[in-house]
């Protein structure tokens, strides 16, 4: 069976996505493509695949899915759209900024029983699995400390950051995500502080640039994530899971795999600073991944809860941040 | 400018580069595709381009060059034809098992003044390329020792084996054009030993499945290469330059960049195994130089001169295992 | 010049720097050991040297300098005589737990005006030695944020745990000395998290074995601290200092630096388990440069003041796990 | 039961040799020292042990055991003086450079029934012993394939190049006992190619400072050696031993444990330089190997038979390299 998928959105990550749809993803079809932008009569043109002039008639392109890489805060309209269309859902990551709006979205793909995969593409990047599998056999024993490194290679534009929900619903989230994935355990409190050490203009949009979170697990275990919106060195992502029986973790990838040696020292290269190119196989795996249970009618492998919790964490971190005191998630959602 | 390529011979490899051709390689286009069994079709109708009934149709498709994919005895007799069609010209190594039908070929391209380069990707691989560029740099100073460990993950079949013209002709040429490459110094004696430790029915086709060979540059610097058909651990691919001033060398990719550590020890996983998979950049990166070069007017980075020392290396070193004796390139080739 | 030194108090970590003394710290001569137990004897006897019936004795015996190496409780009480009788002291850590008796013992030294050198040995880890030098030359820029993992193969005895002063004040005061060694600024806010993970008699007598530290620099970095008791891996000790021009880190030694690789991957053994054989460089190096201080009457490498800080941040951490909340410096030690 | 060893020969290395036996090897004493030059008596007071006027009298000191560490000249004269004394003997490697002078010295110990232990260090090296170990216990299968780095960081004097019977008999060495150690197979042929691209001055005297050796194992494995007199980032030593089961290697250690990271890349400290530095940990195992042997009546780890075979493949390598063809260990000692 082949999965047919109309992109929706077709910025720099719509436009991904839809290149390894239409080239290299087995069981997949690019079956449409729409933006409110121009940008989609030229991809659709490269990829040989019909463009749309509106959503409506998107979501009426013959097709079994929609990929959802609109701006965030159109996520959820399209979301409640596309569910009412009946169509199998991906959706980019975070689904909403906004707690009442992200549930109102989730409510409706729950009514209309459709299947939703929130893009936490890290989950898929082959290193961060290995770990993740290695707490999941028991490897590692129980859980007691995770320690998470994120740092980008150089701050998006203040424009971008002003808009973005601030550095722990925007940037940290994937981490709060890793953090759940790779212990299994779901968040209880959460301690967050930061300073602007980068660049004053992200302090004067009220945000921070480099910051560390501490996160107490439901099982006792503590994480600690620590970001940075500049590592002049490359784009730094390291996932570490300690516990009674040992260690998993996973690494980085340099520009290449050689080192120089001299008097001085051994030399190897920098890291890879586009996270385009870091993460490759991590979102053609997260495509495999949603045709497979698409095609098969399993279940999703990154549902509408996982993209609801990290949320609730990025809003708790803002509020630690404020208030200088560690934050429990109930306090953000009494359901948590 | 745009480059349109058609590929000759769809294989395993020769769909590779049709693939590439037309989904990856910028400033590329593929023209057409032919092969002499029926890949070719389906090749066509995934990448949407014209497919040949022959090789005549082929050549006479508008096009700027051909990459010639299809057996290796048959390569100088595709490279005339597209000589005198006045293509620019991609040849798989390979060139020729045959000393005097490779210079033919050779004469041919040179006579119809048209451009060729010969498939030796582990050039573009990015950790080879790194050692050769420190070399070249002089961060390596004089080089005096070259190591090269090429291990395969498995045997070909026997049948394979039998028309490959021999390990070193087939695996170690690869090597043999490393050691010219990140040198940039030419052989001059060539000592080769071996052994059949890994399949009895290697031996059966006269072949062997382990080789060491030392070869001894004009420069003075001496170069080792060991090559072992089976590794069960992955494909294994290290080159090391050392000289007066320190050292460049390369390394391999494991399956992911995680490892797992408990009271026995740290384990990372094998290495990749697949040689596509490991060298995808380099044959990208391949095309793209081919492609910059065609369009530009310039050189080519992989000359029929590079194709065609490697096998004078190659025939020297069947010598020197059946002789037990070194064996100067001078004997094969008195050109050289 | 020749420093002599009486080493006072046997036990494990006295008799290691008794025979450091008595053989490979070039310029010094271990002039006698004393013990409340009979374990002097035997040392004394091993390594040639007077063995001291009390500490009045030993204090008369003519030399240069003292290691006071006895129960934490006694360290003021011996800092004092031995200031009084102008011996310079090195004194291992903690200077001791409570911060008035500390006090104390900094003002004794500092009226008779001897020198005084901590055992906080870790700084003369080459490993961890490098990093603070690469940020004291620049070579990381402004330092954003240090990552300290510090984990123990396996815990003390209880009986040891009960009078330790709890894992912040015993294990993890190492850490707060190299968060200040290694950027070089101040602790100004502590917030500490921790768990009774590895073993229930810990918490039993009222300690935690897994814990988590965050610290605020006065020039506004950060640093992360985890802490475990039970590593099954080996000693596992990592220092990673980032900032706007980079990074710098240190590792940890394997038992052998080799690796075993079969299909299941690459292995290499687990950490050295013995923190003298981990650290035995420092312990060495220590010496050295103490006997080159005081030969030279240069200033002490790791002052009083070196001493007393790690135990107030310390003692905030102590308070912040209990009330769960981030604690300043200041309201322990309004002089902060 | 604590052995009694005597030193013979006070140079560096038999002063190295007599301060671990004084201090740090647990079961041995320090017996004596015996020198031709005065350095005996420095050593002799510093160490606190009686100092021999002549061989005769060092023989005749009250001992178990003597260490040989004169120079190579002289070593199977003081072998046949020992052996007469009944001493358990340690000897320094070369035991000669002249088979039918090494074969004198082997009869003697044979016909005295005294023990001997040869001075080849590296077998003791964790790192190195690993390799040994994994091979032995089958997690590398048959070995097919074995590769030595060994690389000194810097020329010896040209006054002791000249008498060190070449760089096969002298450094070389080494490897050679690796190979018969790490594989666990005898050498029947052995291949040598070389060049003086370090100092001139090396070839003036009749030597090569850049050398290849292929030796052909017994059990048709293949190993290859690569020296240089001159690595300028410190002393390299590496073994791979690869199989049909897989891969074991043993590595360097550098100058610290550290890395520094910046725009340019992941820099690490080059390596130890000096080979008591890097080899301190073998040497005191192979002491305790020494001491645990003699005192329980143990075989010697290091045969007369081991110190044997080295010679001759190097003698072999000697004649290849002038012979330009590969040389059998037959040629050179018809019993091989």
């Known amino acids: 069976m082949t999965v047919r998928i109309v992109v929706l959105g077709t910025g720099r990550i719509g436009e991904m996505h839809a290149e390894l749809l239409a080239q290299q993803v087995s069981g997949a079809e690019l079956a449409g493509v729409f933006d409110v932008t121009d940008s989609a009569a030229a991809v659709g043109s490269r990829l040989n695949c019909p463009v749309a002039a509106s959503l409506e008639e998107a979501l009426s392109i013959e097709a079994d899915a929609v990929a959802i890489c609109t701006s965030t805060d159109t996520h959820v309209d399209v979301m409640m759209a596309a569910a009412e269309a009946d169509r199998a859902i991906f959706c980019e990551k975070p689904i909403s900024l906004d707690l009442p709006t992200l549930d109102q979205g989730l409510a409706a793909v729950e009514k209309a ?17 290995a770990v993740a599998q290695a707490v999941a056999r028991g490897s590692v024993g129980d859980v007691h400390l995770c320690n998470i490194a994120s740092r980008d290679p150089a701050p998006p534009p203040i424009s971008y950051i002003e808009t973005s929900g601030g550095i722990f619903c925007d940037m940290t989230i994937h ?13 209880e409190t959460v301690y967050a502080t930061g300073g602007v050490l980068v660049d004053p203009a992200i302090g004067d949009v009220g945000d921070v640039d480099t910051a560390v979170v501490v996160l107490r697990h439901e099982n006792g275990a503590l994480t600690t994530i620590n970001n940075s919106r500049q590592a002049v060195y490359g784009y730094d992502q390291r996932v570490e899971a300690f516990g009674s029986a040992g260690m998993a973790s996973s690494g980085n990838y340099h520009d290449s795999n050689s080192q120089v040696v001299t008097e001085q020292g051994f030399t190897s290269p920098p890291l890879q600073h586009f996270f385009i190119e870091r993460y490759t196989a991590s979102y053609l795996r997260q495509w495999q991944a949603f045709v497979d249970a698409v095609g098969s009618g399993g279940p999703s492998p990154v549902t509408g809860s996982d993209g609801r919790a990290p949320l609730v964490i990025g809003l708790a971190a803002r509020k630690s941040l404020r208030e200088g005191r560690p934050v429990t998630c109930a306090e953000i959602d009494p359901s948590s």
């Open 113 to 129: 029983g459709v299947f939703l995969q929130i893009g936490f593409n890290r989950r898929f990047d082959p290193s961060h699995e």
């Open 175 to 187: 981490d709060f995500d890793m953090a759940r994935y790779v212990t299994g355990s779901e968040i």
